[in-house]
Nanobody, 122 residues
Framework: QVQLVESGGGLVQTGGSLRLSCAASGGTFSYYGTGWFRQAPGKEREFVGAITWNGHPTYYADSVKGRFTISRDRATMYLQMNSLKPEDTAVYYC?????????????????WGQGTQVTVSS
């Protein structure tokens, strides 16, 4: 069982930056893939990005490529978000997939964090 604790959400203006963190409480991510999803009001949850256990490769949704960067160590994962846009407003969830980072592009995940709100004002 992997418990995930997120932090770092908040309110930022368009063009600003935020960094989200996701800690594996009580352990490590082991060799599992880890990633981020988000859900905006009235929309389905969508894949944002994922990273393999050794950091390479990484995968990103087209909507965030070039603006968001995922990194991780044994027990913490980060999502650096730059050039934020109002359409990035959502609750962001970190997740772990035993089937690996690549599978998270289709929504696969076994463990989820509680979510952290990111709001980008125009």
């Amino acid at each position: 069982q992997v418990q995930l604790v997120e932090s770092g959400g908040g309110l930022v203006q368009t063009g600003g930056s935020l960094r989200l963190s996701c800690a594996a409480s009580g352990g490590t991510f082991s060799y599992y893939g880890t990633g981020w999803f988000r859900q905006a009001p009235g929309k389905e949850r969508e894949f944002v990005g994922a990273i393999t256990w050794n950091g390479h490769p990484t995968y990103y949704a087209d909507s965030v490529k070039g603006r968001f960067t995922i990194s991780r160590d044994r027990a913490t994962m980060y999502l650096q978000m730059n050039s934020l846009k109002p359409e990035d407003t959502a609750v962001y969830y970190c997740a772990v997939a035993r089937s690996g980072a690549g599978s998270m592009r289709s929504g696969a995940a076994d463990y989820w964090g509680q979510g952290t709100q990111v709001t980008v004002s125009s």
